[in-house]
């Protein structure tokens, strides 16, 4: 069965410091990948997806970015951190397009 | 972007009590889910739905696929504690990567 992994589960980073989560899915090949955020109490805004290796897609302008260096690794990063990218991080994956989307636990970011 | 109609935004009910929520869209969706959100987790799919009309159970959970296409429900019968959570209803078009969210109903029990 298919899995899904993100770490960590929280951090706590000082303003204008980097970031890097990670997300990688067990059980699948070539999955679709998904970058979500989520404000306390909000809904889910997608930030980044990927239909593969390399391939990123960008939801909206932002101080983050995404890459694919494996086919079921991805990564969200940021060089320098902004009070406004607290939150709660999600990735998602899916077999293939049409396909429902499964989520990971999520990663906790608050930024002092 | 997009955003499905859902309703309603907060539920307070008594346990044991019936729970209906139901998503709306001017477009026409292929597909729709179902999504709960407990505290501090990521969402996990309850129902998945790829026919108009179709009724799908999951235990106490029943979910309907709206016959235009641009609707969906979903029911919990005989609340109980651990249903309390947030809940998603998401749809796909055809050949779509991305979902489309509804902006969730927060559902709360009294014991």
């Known amino acids: 069965s298919q899995t899904i992994h993100q770490w960590p589960a929280t951090l706590v980073q000082p303003v204008g410091s980097p970031l890097s989560l990670e997300c990688t899915v067990e059980?699948?090949?070539?999955?679709?990948l998904y970058w979500y955020r989520q404000a306390a109490g909000r809904g889910l805004q997608l930030l980044f997806y990927?239909?593969?290796?390399?391939?990123i897609s960008s939801e909206v302008p932002q101080n983050l970015s995404a890459s694919r260096p494996q086919d079921r690794q991805f990564i969200l990063s940021s060089k320098k951190l902004l009070l406004s990218d607290s939150g709660f991080y999600l990735c998602?994956?899916?077999?293939?397009?049409?396909?429902?989307?499964?989520f990971g636990d999520g990663t906790r970011l608050s930024i002092l | 972007g997009q955003q499905l109609n859902q309703s309603p935004q907060s539920m307070f009910i008594q346990e044991g009590e019936d729970v209906s929520m139901n998503c709306t869209s001017s477009?026409?969706?292929?597909?729709w889910l179902w999504y709960k959100q407990d505290p501090g987790e990521g969402p996990v799919l309850l129902i998945a739905l790829y026919k108009a009309g179709e009724l799908t159970s999951n235990g106490r959970l029943t979910a309907q696929f709206g016959i235009t296409r641009k609707d969906s429900f979903l029911n919990i019968s005989a609340s109980i504690p651990s249903d309390v959570g947030i809940y998603f209803c998401?749809?796909?078009?055809?050949?779509?990567?991305?979902?489309?969210f509804g902006q969730g109903t927060r559902l709360t029990i009294n014991p």
């Open positions: 998602a994956w899916s077999n293939r397009d049409d396909q429902p989307q499964h």
């Open positions: 059980g699948t090949s070539n999955p679709n």
């Open positions: 998401a749809g796909l078009k055809q050949g779509a990567q991305k979902l489309v």
């Open positions: 477009s026409i969706f292929n597909t």
């Open positions: 990927s239909v593969g290796i390399g391939q």
